[in-house]
T-cell receptor, first 114, second 111 residues
Framework: DAGITQSPRHKVTETGTPVTLRCHQT?????MYWYRQDPGHGLRLIHY???????DKGEVSDGYSVSRSKTEDFLLTLESATSSQTSVYFC?????????????FGEGSRLTVL | GENVEQHPSTLSVQEGDSAVIKCTYS??????FPWYKQELGKRPQLIID?????GEKKDQRIAVTLNKTAKHFSLHITETQPEDSAVYFC??????????FGSGTQLTVLP
């Protein structure tokens, strides 16, 4: 399983509340990613990280922020959740260079914003 | 940015028949083309990948072909089995150094 765990796995929240999803890895991989998955859209990259305190935006970064204060944890924060952010969120790691090797995904976090 | 189109969105085949899923991409500098399989309620998992210096790659019943001139690549599954039923995603890594995914194909293998 490449040692990736996501938490929480399920969360229901209300519009306007802050939400933080956590991705934890145990193998010291440099590259970590947050994707969201929605019907008809596949997997879309939100943010990614290429090291501690090194992050960059992906295709759908508006409304999301990330932090990586240590190698093993990559946090995704919705400062003020909206219904359009209802989705399944997947964290992934890449044990090689960015996007030239296999992505290992976590089990996903299902977020519902009411 | 990269644009990846995947067809068809749904595909039903009889057990034992072949299935073909196609993807096109826009960035001619793209050089890595993986395919992921996602079973219901599970995480996506890599099943096969190909790089731009190779035209075809096979792994048992699955194969991927790449046409860089036309900017398209395809997944071929032969002798389909019920356990092949899943959503399949193509992806492309290009000059932006990000993996862009297609929208997915729901494959159903009918017994």
């Amino acid at each position: 399983d490449a040692g990736i765990t996501q938490s929480p796995r399920h969360k229901v929240t209300e519009t306007g509340t802050p939400v933080t999803l956590r991705c934890h890895q145990t193998e010291n991989h440099r590259y970590m990613y947050w994707y969201r998955q929605d019907p008809g859209h596949g997997l879309r990259l939100i943010h990614y990280s290429y090291g501690v305190k090194d992050t960059d935006k992906g295709e759908v970064s508006d409304g999301y922020s990330v932090s990586r204060s240590k190698t093993e944890d990559f946090l995704l924060t919705l400062e003020s959740a909206t219904s359009s952010q209802t989705s399944v969120y997947f964290c992934a790691i890449n044990e090689r260079d960015a996007n030239t090797g296999e992505l290992f995904f976590g089990e996903g976090s299902r977020l519902t914003v009411l | 940015g990269e644009n990846v189109e995947q067809h068809p969105s749904t595909l039903s085949v009889q057990e034992g028949d072949s299935a073909v899923i196609k993807c096109t991409y826009s960035d001619s500098a793209s050089n890595y083309f993986p395919w992921y399989k996602q079973e219901l309620g599970k995480r996506p998992q890599l099943i096969i990948d190909i790089r731009s210096n190779v035209g075809e790659k096979k792994d048992q019943r699955i194969a991927v072909t790449l046409n860089k001139t036309a900017k398209h690549f395809s997944l071929h599954i032969t002798e389909t089995q019920p356990e092949d039923s899943a959503v399949y995603f193509c992806a492309v890594s290009g000059s932006a150094r990000q993996l862009t995914f297609g929208s997915g194909t729901q494959l159903t293998v009918l017994p």
